[in-house]
């Protein structure tokens, strides 16, 4: 029948022009099937070659885009065309059935594939260069973020290192938002007016408390005269704008000063009215004026490594050209690697990726899991962090973020593991191959912060995978869809996987929980809190006996089928977060994803096609590093600072094997 239609269409089109264009049919028909939610640059087919343009596109690079199509055509056996079979579920798509057979959606299909099968001459050779000269022509097209706002633990960790102070203010602003997976991106930084009365607020304070008692922070470079007047207002506004002041800029904070009989209070006027710059709280990203771009770059260092603003040794590197160089920023980098505080700054980051304030706020019902307490999030957190420094600093292999066969427990967290407590604080321990545990996917944090109040949720579990470690953008649910489960009964008991099982037979729910429950239901055997569970238990409380006793609960315990799957990831099969481990780590999506992911971090936005060139040889270094994460530091920072660099990073010789 597909190949009957696929003549007809054939013999009442021969001509190409005869049919409407691309734009006013099929891609109206893919649209309304949702294909591009899934294929596009961070959706969950994003490794195939169907890649939709960017929503809002002009005419033209639509219908470049249909004819792009005839990749996927088999010219001499339309019928047998992925583009045909994929979307009709013929053969086994990812995304179900988006095009139902037989329909006129189906129609406007095959007679598209008839059309492409007529491309011939310059115009088939266009056609199959749509994707590169797509890549070519984005890849002029990278977008900057030249002014960035100070984050709060970055604004917290610059007046440290500025006033010495160490108050942290900025954790009583309001707080930030995630977007992207991160709080510090570009696009979520806008001031708000709660935030620059805070910010108000918190320049007097700290202003105040750094010359309350004179100058005993040692702020002050000089004896006070005209002429240290002007030495500590172009010493301290180098510090707090993290470059040189202007000649206008130099001139209008001495005569602020003098406003000031008392030096110190000239001094303390000076540094409130600086605190509240823009100058001061927002990053020189980039530089309009020549003589700043050392600066810019030192800052980019700092913020990126630190977390923090420049030290003395990066602003002289700065003042003397050496960041002008890939050898003297790499120079840099490494050295401000070795320095504590970028062991602080990656925890950040860490964080944010693993999104730690879930656990943070999370609560768990009381009576089914008393081992949950906020000693014990705060331990999942404190044992994710010791694991990811552990592999970064140690130089260790990164993706065995996803295979170490190990953990850091203490005391709250060795009953969740079934383990004897250690006998130090946050002690390495083994897992056994019965626990099924590796890497971060076996441990607490992710189990539990992936969970519900009552129970596991596979759904969150499937998509914290898609989103954070393979980078995949799920789309949201359907409006007005009911996404509550049905009750679980004493007269009806089911497990997690017979709930849901009303996600496929939903239409409007099967796309996207076919990518994401089959995940959550090979990590089944975890309960809410991470602990291991051979059953699922259901309880049934009846109420109360009499005098007023709680009458105790009766116990369901059925059996777990924990097998589960990655849609999109061949022989992805398993049934334990070991297993699973073992399929992201040796994925190549997984792979770019950590790449991916850090990259957003230091650039504050999510990557765009122009990006692509330097996401893949991010990538590259970091394989040929054999995965060690701080050369994909070094590499990413490098990558920025000189973007048509030839060669790779130089890998430090000091690595250890293991």
């Known amino acids: 029948?597909?190949?009957?239609?696929?003549?007809?269409?054939?013999?009442?089109?021969?001509?190409?022009?005869?049919?409407?264009?691309?734009?006013?049919?099929?891609?109206?028909?893919?649209?309304?099937?949702?294909?591009?939610?899934?294929?596009?640059?961070?959706?969950?087919?994003?490794?195939?070659?169907?890649?939709?343009?960017?929503?809002?596109?002009?005419?033209?690079?639509?219908?470049?885009?249909?004819?792009s199509?005839?990749?996927?055509?088999?010219?001499?056996?339309?019928?047998?065309?992925?583009?045909?079979?994929?979307?009709?579920?013929?053969?086994?798509?990812?995304?179900?059935?988006?095009?139902?057979?037989?329909?006129?959606?189906?129609?406007?299909?095959?007679?598209?594939?008839?059309?492409?099968?007529?491309?011939?001459?310059?115009?088939?050779?266009?056609?199959?260069?749509?994707?590169?000269?797509?890549?070519?022509?984005?890849?002029?097209?990278?977008?900057?973020?030249?002014?960035?706002?100070?984050?709060h633990s970055q604004f917290n960790n610059t007046v440290r290192d500025l006033l010495g102070d160490q108050t942290s203010p900025a954790s009583q602003f309001p707080p930030e938002d995630f977007v992207n997976g991160f709080r510090n991106q570009s696009q979520a930084q806008s001031l708000s007016p709660l935030l620059i009365e805070a910010y108000s607020a918190a320049a007097e304070k700290l202003a105040?408390?750094?010359?309350?008692?004179?100058?005993?922070?040692?702020?002050?470079?000089?004896?006070?005269?005209?002429?240290?007047?002007?030495?500590?207002?172009?010493?301290?506004?180098?510090?707090?704008?993290?470059?040189?002041?202007?000649?206008?800029?130099?001139?209008?904070?001495?005569?602020?000063?003098?406003?000031?009989?008392?030096?110190?209070?000239?001094a303390q006027l000076v540094a409130e009215a600086m605190l509240q710059s823009h100058n001061f709280l927002f990053r020189l990203d980039g530089a309009s004026d020549p003589k700043w771009k050392p600066y810019a770059t030192a800052s980019r260092l700092s913020y990126a490594i630190w977390d923090t603003m420049p030290d003395a040794e990066l602003f002289a590197a700065a003042a003397r050209g050496d960041l002008a160089t890939p050898q003297g920023v790499e120079k840099a980098a490494r050295r401000m690697l070795d320095h504590p505080q970028a062991r602080r700054a990656l925890d950040e980051f860490v964080g944010q990726w693993l999104r730690f304030d879930r656990i943070l706020t999370a609560s768990r019902d009381r009576r089914k899991f008393?081992?949950?307490?906020?000693?014990?999030?705060?331990?999942?957190?404190?044992?994710?962090?010791?694991?990811?420094?552990?592999?970064?600093?140690n130089d260790r292999n990164f993706m065995d973020l996803f295979t170490a066969k190990y953990g850091y427990l203490n005391a709250d967290l060795a009953p969740i593991y079934r383990v004897p407590p250690p006998a130090k604080v946050f002690e390495r321990i083994a897992f056994t191959p019965e626990s099924g545990r590796a890497g971060v996917l076996g441990q607490t944090l992710f189990l539990a912060s992936t969970?519900?109040?009552?129970?596991?949720?596979?759904?969150?579990?499937?998509?914290?995978?898609?989103?954070?470690?393979?980078?995949?953008?799920v789309p949201d649910p359907p409006a007005n869809v009911n996404t509550n489960l049905p009750p679980v009964?004493?007269?009806?008991?089911?497990?997690?996987?017979?709930?849901?099982?009303?996600?496929?037979?939903?239409?409007?729910?099967?796309?996207?929980?076919?990518?994401?429950?089959?995940?959550?239901?090979?990590l089944e055997k975890f309960d809410a809190v991470g602990a291991r569970r051979e059953k699922f238990t259901l309880q049934f409380f009846s109420g109360r006996e009499k005098g007023g006793r709680r009458s105790p609960p009766k116990t369901v315990d059925l059996d777990i089928d924990g097998k589960g799957y990655v849609t999109g990831i061949p022989d992805s099969q398993?049934?334990?977060?070991?297993?699973?481990?073992?399929?992201?780590?040796?994925?190549?999506?997984?792979?770019?994803?950590?790449?991916?992911?850090?990259?957003?971090?230091?650039?504050?936005?999510?990557?765009?096609?122009?990006?692509?060139?330097?996401?893949?040889?991010?990538?590259?270094?970091?394989?040929?590093?054999?995965?060690?994460?701080?050369?994909?530091?070094?590499?990413?920072?490098?990558?920025?600072?000189?973007?048509?660099?030839?060669?790779?990073?130089?890998?430090?010789?000091h690595h250890k094997t293991h």
């Open 208 to 266: 105040r408390a750094a010359f309350r008692a004179g100058d005993t922070r040692g702020l002050i470079p000089c004896k006070p005269s005209a002429a240290c007047r002007a030495r500590f207002v172009r010493e301290f506004g180098l510090k707090a704008f993290r470059r040189p002041l202007d000649p206008e800029e130099q001139k209008r904070y001495e005569t602020l000063m003098s406003h000031e009989t008392d030096f110190v209070k000239g």
């Open 370 to 393: 008393p081992l949950f307490t906020r000693e014990a999030a705060l331990a999942m957190t404190a044992e994710a962090s010791m694991f990811v420094a552990d592999l970064v600093w």
């Open 69 to 151: 199509l005839v990749i996927l055509v088999d010219r001499e056996h339309p019928d047998a065309s992925l583009l045909l079979k994929k979307p009709t579920n013929r053969t086994t798509h990812g995304g179900g059935e988006r095009i139902k057979p037989g329909s006129p959606d189906e129609a406007a299909l095959t007679a598209w594939i008839a059309k492409l099968t007529q491309l011939s001459g310059a115009e088939l050779s266009q056609a199959l260069k749509y994707r590169e000269e797509e890549a070519a022509t984005s890849a002029r097209q990278v977008p900057r973020a030249d002014l960035r706002r100070l984050t």
């Open 574 to 653: 398993f049934s334990s977060p070991a297993e699973l481990g073992a399929v992201l780590a040796r994925s190549a999506q997984c792979q770019e994803c950590v790449v991916k992911q850090y990259f957003r971090y230091i650039a504050g936005r999510l990557e765009t096609p122009a990006d692509r060139p330097s996401i893949h040889k991010l990538l590259g270094d970091f394989q040929r590093s054999q995965f060690r994460f701080k050369e994909l530091i070094v590499s990413l920072l490098l990558q920025r600072e000189f973007p048509n660099r030839e060669g790779t990073v130089h890998v430090a010789s």
């Open 489 to 522: 009964t004493e007269a009806k008991p089911q497990t997690n996987r017979d709930r849901m099982s009303e996600h496929v037979t939903n239409p409007s729910c099967a796309t996207c929980h076919k990518l994401i429950d089959p995940i959550g239901f090979g």
């Open 451 to 473: 969970a519900k109040p009552e129970d596991s949720s596979p759904t969150a579990r499937g998509l914290f995978v898609r989103e954070q470690f393979l980078c995949q953008h």
């Open 1 to 67: 029948m597909i190949r009957r239609i696929g003549l007809i269409v054939l013999t009442l089109c021969p001509l190409w022009a005869q049919e409407g264009p691309f734009g006013s049919g099929l891609y109206q028909v893919m649209e309304k099937a949702a294909c591009r939610s899934c294929h596009n640059p961070d959706g969950v087919a994003s490794a195939t070659r169907l890649q939709f343009p960017d929503p809002g596109s002009a005419t033209e690079k639509i219908e470049a885009f249909g004819r």
